[in-house]
């Protein structure tokens, strides 16, 4: 688990195919590898990777079939900046929101402008991540813990600050850009237990009206 709150900006040093794969290794600059073991997960660019060796400067980590399909590192290139985050301790302080580095779609940015000191960004989620997406909500940019400032359908504005822009790879960032989301994990679980027993039932998707109707949440039911 993670807070969404970036440590450092790392880089790609090295892409290596490997049987259908990838082997990725990071250049980490000023994140502090002391305290990591073999073993430990590292959330890269909100993609949580498990650490396969330790070269002294950064790590090694596999990438599978499914996260380079379902994130945008296979389109890391030589020296690509990442957002690094270690996971959490006990000790930790959770300053962002809680994080799986379980990226749900790709996003892509739409547009961005000054806004006072700030730099205010538009992101497009894909259209079945949009219901989990609210004003004032939490989502994971890239493994950044962010709010959201409005929403409009399947955009959403995001106020970057001067020190989020310094420290995250947030500077890099262009209309069109595509990025990693990871949105609310408790918006995940929470629609996961109100479909109730229908959860069991091969094909179930998400929530509907019909399936809050037939748990009494409407018509006169629980909400009445």
Known sequence: MFTGIVQAIGEV???????????????TGKLDLGDVALGDSICTNGVCLTV???PGDGYWADVSVETLNFTTL???GLGSPVNLEKSLTPASRLGGHIVSGHV????????LHKDARSIRFVLRAPDALARYIA??????????????????????DLNIIPQTMEETVFSEYRPGTRVNLEVDLIA???????????????????LSLDTLAENGFLGGGKFK
């Open 13 to 27: 040093a090295a892409l290596q195919p490997s049987g259908g794969d990838l082997r990725l290794r990071i250049r």
């Open 188 to 206: 995940r679980y929470l629609e996961r237990l109100m479909l109730g027993d229908a959860a069991a039932q091969p094909g179930s998707q998400g």
């Open 52 to 54: 396969t060796e330790l």
């Open 135 to 156: 004003h004032k909500g939490s989502i994971t940019v890239d493994g950044t813990s962010l709010t959201v400032n409005a929403v409009n359908g399947a955009e959403f």
């Open 104 to 111: 749900d779609g790709v996003g892509e940015v739409v547009s």
């Open 74 to 76: 296979g389109a890391l």
